[in-house]
């Protein structure tokens, strides 16, 4: 069975086409531009397809991906899932950071805490029960850095890319480390809380920014910029299991 995934973030697509659990391809485009999408995945023979986004679709919208496509779904709050969602207001949730969640839990079977580094930083946890207990959200590295910049009259807006002393040696310096440092100990914070509740604790990186904090990737945390991809993957696969039991 041939799946298409598809995450329609707030700058980009990203799309995969697995094969059962076998990712065969992936891509990245720039921009919403759904008729290139279309094009791009003309040529592949798909069963099923499952769009994850963080913008309103129309119904033209999907209708173009549709048209070399199988079934296709949108996935929402009410698409049955692999794993117990105990978020105690589902409908708010967003479903990219449930679908990271199952993609991650699919690798790991256990106590997982899913780290998602782009526009917004997102703390999810599932237990090694498939619960997943919900999350946290702050800002991302981009957002505190303007924030700085915006938000005072005299401190320039400084890029994440520069020199990082321990304690910095100048406003740039200083403005780079307090952010870059501060979401560091951040997410050191997040997991050693639940390192003392939870044995065995998974962690996996993923989102644009994860490159930043290389260190702690190479010391004991995954690093999988598909997840969200895969848990669309798992969800389809799900959904077709269901289908089989019912028969």
């Not at 807006?157 to 321990?166: A, D, F, N, S």
Request: glycine share 8%; charged share 25%.
């Amino acid at each position: 069975m041939r799946n298409l995934t598809i995450d329609i973030g707030n700058t980009s697509i990203k799309y995969a086409i697995f094969d059962g659990k076998e990712m065969m391809y992936n891509d990245r485009l720039i921009g919403h531009d759904m008729d290139l999408l279309a094009d791009k995945i003309a040529g592949w023979e798909i069963d099923n397809s499952m769009i994850c986004s963080t913008i309103k679709l129309d119904i033209s919208q999907i209708a173009t991906i549709q048209q070399n496509t199988g079934n296709i779904q949108l996935l929402t709050y009410k698409t049955p899932v692999p794993v117990t969602n105990l978020y105690k207001s589902p409908q708010t949730l967003g479903m990219d950071r449930l679908a990271a969640v199952i993609g991650a839990f699919s690798q790991s079977h256990d106590n997982t805490l899913v780290i998602d580094l782009g526009t917004a930083i997102t703390y999810d946890f599932i237990n090694c029960k498939g619960e997943y207990m919900g999350g946290n959200i702050s800002p991302g590295m981009d957002m505190r850095l303007k924030s700085l910049h915006e938000h005072t009259d005299s401190l320039p807006l400084v890029k994440p890319e520069g020199k990082q002393p321990w304690i910095g040696e100048d406003t740039e310096s200083a403005i780079r480390c307090g952010v870059t440092n501060g979401i560091r100990y951040e997410i050191d914070g997040y997991i050693r809380k639940l390192s003392l509740k939870y044995h065995n604790l998974c962690v996996f990186f993923t989102g644009g920014d994860h490159l930043y904090f290389e260190d702690e990737i190479k010391l004991r945390i995954f690093a999988d910029n598909y997840l969200v991809l895969k848990g669309l993957n798992e969800i389809i696969l799900f959904n077709e299991r269901i289908k089989t039991d019912d028969i």
